[in-house]
């Protein structure tokens, strides 16, 4: 048996990474109990692709059946010039190695995840707003209501309380960038991700099940933003920031009803994963930019990591090494390369013009090239390296 058979596990947060992680220990045999501030688990009007490295966790828990009815299985990625219109290149993404490159709408994936985590005999509270986390990482919510276990996990995102714990607190600094995001109504899309790249600009679309389009629209200012992504704007704004683009990007930025607007801000790795009885994953851990569509995939790898890591080790606190040592460089490499996918899609002038001049001739002449270079990322299985044994609930 593992070792993670009767240990007791709060979850703070249940989002991607929350909910995968209440699956993998609720499988090895823990009692499970995640805590969400909202009053229900959703997600209005978000969009995001499942990547190979991602749906191998998936497939390992046997939801790969379930993602095929509520996702798209990505075709190829479309590198765009956003001002003519005019495809650069097009990589195709079926001859991937291992499981399909997905997009889901968000919503469908964690219904996903919480049916699985409910079927493991997880216990999932919704409206529990934390008010304090402990030194001793006993959990206190503004209900009064408080927690201990023997292991708590920070999947509360962005604003995490329980990162400062083991970390201290630290100011993320604006990147000088902002992003809107919305679904809008479109029929046969081709299940393709388009990147359309403008000066200092760059939109992402992608079809989702149901005749909708993903949209992701992100401009470099000066004026700062609200990070988050709850933040209502007018759908005018995009559509004035990308008034001088093709007539088609022009269609579907009008064709949004509502979009909210976040600001991109970096922060840095979080330096202590762990500490005595206490972990964090995720968002919590090592926000990323929307510049690579890693986020919610280095999310489901963290929580297979996490849980495997603990279930190999009779004292906690080894696993949680273990983990921490598993995840923090490749993770840091993801970030890197989101980073300069940020300088990439916003290049300007002479640089601009040989950029997508070089992309058009690796799209002619060797496709495939351009897709190796993410072979570090796209092709790790973590439940091949860490695999467990989840007959245990």
């Not at 972990?279 to 790898?301: M, V």
Request: proline share 4%.
């Amino acid at each position: 048996m593992g070792a993670n058979r009767g240990r007791r596990v709060a979850i703070v947060g249940g989002g991607i990474a929350g909910l995968t992680a209440a699956i993998c220990f609720a499988r090895t045999g823990a009692s499970v109990d995640v805590y969400e501030q909202a009053p229900e688990l959703r997600e209005v009007g978000a969009g995001l692709q499942i990547t190979p490295n991602g749906a191998a966790v998936l497939a390992a828990l046997g939801l790969s059946e379930k993602s095929d009815h509520l996702a798209l299985r990505a075709q190829a990625v479309v590198p765009t010039d956003a001002m003519s219109g005019r495809a650069i290149a097009r990589f195709d993404l079926t001859g991937l190695a291992g499981q399909p490159y997905r997009f889901f709408h968000r919503a469908d994936l964690l219904d996903i995840l919480a049916n699985a985590a409910t079927s493991a005999g997880a216990r999932i509270h919704t409206g529990m707003k934390v008010e304090t986390v402990g030194v001793d990482h006993s959990v206190t919510f503004t209900d009064g209501h408080s927690i201990r276990a023997d292991l708590l996990v920070g999947a509360d995102g962005l604003h995490s309380r329980v990162r400062p714990v083991l970390n201290g607190a630290a100011d993320p600094f604006f990147t000088g960038q902002v992003a809107w995001r919305s679904v809008v109504a479109a029929k046969d899309a081709p299940a393709e991700a388009r990147i359309w790249m403008a000066p200092k600009a760059h939109v992402v679309t992608y079809p989702l099940i149901g005749g909708r389009l993903n949209v992701v629209a992100v401009q470099e200012r000066d004026a700062w933003a609200a990070e988050g992504w709850n933040f209502f704007d007018d759908p005018s704004e995009p559509q004035k920031a990308f008034a001088d683009c093709a007539p088609e990007l022009r269609d579907i930025l009008g064709r949004m009803q509502t979009t909210r607007l976040w600001g991109l801000f970096r922060h840095p790795v979080a330096r202590q994963w762990w500490g005595q009885g206490a972990a964090i994953l995720g968002d919590a851990a090592h926000p990323t930019l929307p510049f690579l569509a890693q986020g919610a995939n280095l999310a489901l790898e963290d929580a297979w990591v996490l849980a495997s890591a603990c279930d190999a080790a009779a004292d906690l606190n080894s696993g949680l090494v273990r983990y921490q040592a598993a995840r923090r460089d490749r993770v840091t490499r993801a970030i890197e390369a989101a980073n300069a996918n940020a300088r990439n899609y916003h290049l300007t002038g002479a640089r601009r013009w040989a950029a997508h001049r070089a992309l058009g001739v690796i799209g002619a002449v060797a496709p495939s090239a351009f897709l190796s270079r993410l072979s570090w990322l796209y092709d790790h299985d973590v439940t091949a390296a860490l695999p467990m044994d989840l007959t245990r609930a």
